[in-house]
């Protein structure tokens, strides 16, 4: 057995790992030691050709795991297999033409909004991967702490780290940037897996958000979709939860929508691999303790985390006694 550097929620970790038909399992963090396979969504032709042999080599070997699930991928979606099956919700679009996306599926404040994007001086291009893009990723990254209600994983990374994290899959993928007055104001970095393109990264500067260079990069990955020929962009997930019981639709999902994107539902697949991995599959906790938690209160809580960084965290950083504000006045 060996290990192989993870990314989790933002930070670099070390997780137990052995080779399978040359693919990489890993065992993620929770206590429940769920085995998956590594970078699954981006590996061409089927995350798993024979199950059973799949299985059998992971109960032989010490990698100490519960359960393994893998998921099948688009567009082969219908079920495949006899194992406990969820549905995974991701969001994408069908590829057709750019000017069917534009008129037929974004609602209209999307079409005014790419209009806009145009007539405010935003230029959209496939861009190279290189120190410059870097530079301007960085500048993205540490432009605020938090993001979307919870703090923004990448904020404070160094050129160095970005650059190494950037250039993952650089062999089948491209980087689109969004550009006002010459400086980077927004990319998407896309990663092509059979007919997919798959986004890895979706991201634009706040302070430029009234110039619309999101929905200005999500119009041109369309328009690099139909010029390559993909059946579908994915955009991650439609609907977010822990487990299908927990999903919820955000304003993330919202504009994923109002964009263009549907929901499609892909088979994934849990198989136990040990009897106390039959028994976490049984009570539901194969997700983990929050993925037994009913929506509402899954709900509750993201309102919760919300709140407590957009008022609270602000707060308790700021200096509130006037000892305090002359300390950091005298710090300059």
Same mark, same amino acid.
């Given at each position: ?81 006899? &194992? ?60 605020? *702490? ?23 899959? /650089? ?7 969004? &550009?006002?007055?010459?400086? /980077? ?6 990663? &092509? ?89 049984? /009570? ?24 407590? &960084? ?6 308790? *950083? ?15």
């Amino acid at each position: 057995m060996h290990c192989t550097e993870v990314r989790v929620s933002g930070k670099t970790i070390e997780v137990p790992s052995i080779r399978v038909n040359d693919k990489t399992i890993i065992v993620g963090t929770g206590w429940h030691r769920t085995a998956t396979i590594q970078d699954e969504e981006f590996l061409d032709g089927e995350a798993v050709d024979d199950p059973e042999q799949f299985v059998a080599a992971l109960k032989q070997s010490d990698l100490k795991a519960n359960i393994f699930t893998f998921a099948q991928h688009l567009p082969d979606i219908t079920p495949r297999h006899r &194992y406990h099956l969820e549905w995974d919700s991701v969001a994408a679009i069908p590829i057709t033409t750019f000017e069917e996306w534009l008129k037929k599926r974004v609602e209209y404040d999307v079409r005014k909004a790419v209009k806009k994007a145009a007539n405010a001086g935003v230029v959209v291009k496939v861009v190279e991967f290189d120190d410059e893009l870097v530079r301007g990723i960085a500048d993205i990254y540490n432009e605020s *702490q938090v993001r979307q209600g919870k703090p923004f994983w990448h904020y404070g990374k160094d050129f160095d780290t970005i650059k190494r994290e950037k250039a993952t899959y /650089l062999d089948k993928g491209e980087f689109i940037g969004a &550009y006002y007055e010459g400086k /980077l104001i927004g990319f998407i970095k896309m990663v &092509y897996v059979g007919t997919i393109a798959s986004t890895f990264h979706v991201i634009s500067m706040q302070k430029h958000a009234g110039k619309k260079p999101t929905n200005a990069l999500i119009a041109k990955a369309v328009k690099v979709c139909e010029e390559k020929g993909r059946s579908h962009l994915v955009y991650g997930e439609y609907a977010y939860g822990e487990s299908a019981r927990q999903w919820i639709h955000t304003s993330k999902t919202e504009f994923k929508r109002r964009n263009g994107f549907e929901e499609v539902l892909v088979p994934r697949y849990y198989i136990p691999l040990t009897g106390q991995g039959r028994v976490i599959l049984r /009570l539901g906790l194969h997700r983990g303790f929050k993925g037994a938690l009913p929506r509402p209160v899954l709900r509750g809580l993201r309102t919760a985390r919300s709140t407590f &960084y957009r008022y609270v965290r602000p707060v308790w *950083q700021s200096p509130t006694s006037s000892d305090e504000q002359k300390l950091v006045a005298g710090s300059h």
